[in-house]
């Protein structure tokens, strides 16, 4: 007995195997598409962009969407019955297995016209021109060869009605810098980043120690918290004020600094 293979996920499965799989002799599906739209979440009147999804397998589908910027993005996915795709199918099933229907080719002909109605530009003279054939084509193989365009298919489900769209609920992705995956931090001390022994450190020598971090390979520096037991003159020389001793409120330039962190170039 070999226990070195082991059979486990079987697909389809309904509830684990709790209830039947149920299937029809001879099932056809309608043919689906589907596409998802983005937005910038953060302009609320940014427009919604359209990226076409690619069928992968059974039920699940696929798109990949390019993430170009720092920001956070809404992405909702739409699905709907591709009806000319679905007829597409259908035509050559009955062509492969030598049916004469010949309904089917005014079905076609039918769902070309309403595209024909809609559509404009160029679009319309390709939509009117396979139409034109279709109604002209005498045999099953002849309206097969009538819609051999390869863009027919996705120009007729570009004009013609989606009744039965459906749409899922809105998602949020945060797109982070590509530093927010893996970077250096540097935790400094401001007032502890000067050049004369005892005496403290301003915010602008401290900045001019930014370039030398960054040589020794940080890509971040954190700023520890600005203590409240000082006061702010405007050389920026920090020196005791014992009315903000008593007041025990940071200035306004202290709130700024505090817990800051500083992406270097």
């Known amino acids: 007995m070999n226990c070195s293979i082991y059979i486990e996920a079987i697909h389809p ?7 039947s799989i149920k299937r029809i002799v001879g ?6 598409r589907a596409q998802v739209r983005s ?3 953060r302009v609320f009147t940014s427009e919604w962009q359209v990226l076409p999804m690619v069928h992968k397998d059974n039920d699940r589908w696929q798109a990949t969407l390019p993430l170009t910027q720092n920001t956070t993005i809404l992405i909702c ?9 679905t007829w597409l199918v259908a035509l050559r099933k009955k062509m492969e297995g030598y049916l004469r229907v010949p309904f089917v080719v005014d ?18 003279q390709r ?61 400094m001390f401001p007032r502890s980043q000067g050049r004369e022994l005892g005496k403290p450190a301003t915010l602008r020598q401290a900045a001019e120690r930014l370039l030398a971090l960054h040589a020794m390979g940080f890509d971040v520096v954190y700023l520890l918290p600005i203590h409240l037991s000082v006061g702010l003159q405007g050389s920026y020389i920090l020196t005791p004020d014992p009315n903000r001793l008593a007041n025990r409120r940071p200035s306004r330039l202290f709130s700024y600094f505090s817990y800051s962190a500083i992406q270097l170039p």
């Open 13 to 19: 499965a309904i509830n684990c195997n709790a209830s």
């Open 107 to 124: 079905e076609g002909a039918e769902l070309l016209c309403r595209a024909v109605d809609i559509a404009t530009g160029a679009d319309l």
């Open 27 to 32: 099932d056809s599906y309608d043919v689906l």
């Open 39 to 41: 937005r910038d979440g």
């Open 127 to 187: 939509l009117a021109t396979a139409l034109s054939s279709l109604r002209t084509a005498n045999t099953l193989l002849a309206a097969w060869v009538a819609v051999q365009d390869p863009t027919l298919a996705d120009l007729g489900d570009r004009w013609l009605p989606r009744p039965d769209i459906v749409t899922s609920a809105t998602l949020q992705i945060t797109v982070d810098r590509p530093r927010a995956l893996y970077s250096t931090w540097y935790e």
């Open 77 to 85: 996915i739409d699905s709907w019955t591709d009806a000319f795709g």
